[in-house]
């Protein structure tokens, strides 16, 4: 008779009594071991959205994740957050936060207080919050919106604001949903070199979703390939490239339509 996988996840629960090291081990910030995660529709019927899922990301690494659309990528960053837990295998992640694909901003605060608002739950006085968020608006294009509300944005301003606020979480690891998705290409464009420079100067564990190939192997230090539902590995790419990398390099041409390609295998 077979026995049914019990779940393990260890993760910082915060709170005085609980440590602060973090749960990974070795050099990975994210471990996950066999990984299951199955819904169940209104019918009561279930339905698969992971299935297997092992992959060690390593502290200070940029993973790029992708996939056709209903694959699992967002129930794969909403696990490592702990928003969700697995069914089944095994999790381990240090501390992390989710900017989702919609910016969720707070309709009564201006762009300055959504930005600061983890600095504010955590106790950091409204000043000092304000000042920290507006260091990074003149970076992002910003500047001179900070008193704005976000009716008065445009979508790609309250994607920034919302990636801002992120950032200011403090936590050692990024998951970012199709974070630049609402932006035009030129806005996209600058974003996407805005991180990488972000990233050198102050490193941060980083699992981008995402579902341009391009912006993957442009910004990723390793590409994840995951097949249909139910989401398993299809394939990896190491993108061994020095940065800022050039859209129209013959490696990143390369890297580009080999992930095509596995993408297309795992689908067909």
């Known amino acids: 008779m077979a026995t049914e996988l019990q779940p393990r996840i260890k993760r910082p629960l915060g709170g005085a009594q609980q440590s602060r090291e ?11 071991g066999a990984v299951e995660r199955t819904f169940m529709d209104r019918r009561g019927v279930r339905v698969p959205a992971l299935a297997g899922i092992s992959l060690k990301v390593a502290r200070g690494e940029l993973l790029a994740v992708v996939g056709p659309s209903g694959c699992g990528k967002t129930t794969l960053l909403e696990l490592i957050c702990g928003l969700q ?14 900017m989702p694909q919609r910016d ?9 207080d959504n930005a600061s608002l ?11 919050a304000r000042e920290r968020a507006a260091s ?29 606020r992120t950032l200011l979480s403090g ?5 970012l949903d199709e974070p630049f998705g609402a932006l035009d290409a030129i806005t996209r464009a600058e974003m996407q ?16 979703v995402t579902h341009d190939v391009e912006e993957a192997v442009l910004l990723a230090d390793r590409v994840l390939v995951l097949s249909p539902r139910p989401g398993r590995v299809a394939g990896e790419i190491d993108v061994a490239l020095p940065r800022p990398r050039g859209r129209t390099e013959a490696a990143i041409v390369a890297l580009r339509e080999r992930a095509l ?8």
Do not use: N, Y
């Open 104 to 112: 969720l901003l707070l309709p009564w605060l201006d762009a300055l």
């Open 261 to 268: 390609g596995l993408l297309t295998g795992a689908a067909a």
């Open 118 to 128: 983890a600095l504010r739950i955590g106790h950091v006085p409204r000043a000092q």
């Open 136 to 164: 990074l608006f003149a970076e992002l294009g910003l500047k001179g919106f900070e008193r704005a509300h976000p009716s008065e944005l445009s979508g790609g301003m309250r994607q920034r604001v919302a990636f801002v």
């Open 22 to 32: 973090p749960t990974a081990v070795a050099d990975h910030a994210i471990e996950l």
């Open 171 to 175: 936590k050692p690891v990024l998951c």
């Open 85 to 98: 837990a697995p069914d089944a295998g095994v999790l381990e992640s240090e501390p992390a936060v989710l």
């Open 193 to 208: 070199d805005w991180l990488v420079r972000a990233l050198a100067s102050t490193p941060r564990t980083v699992v981008l």
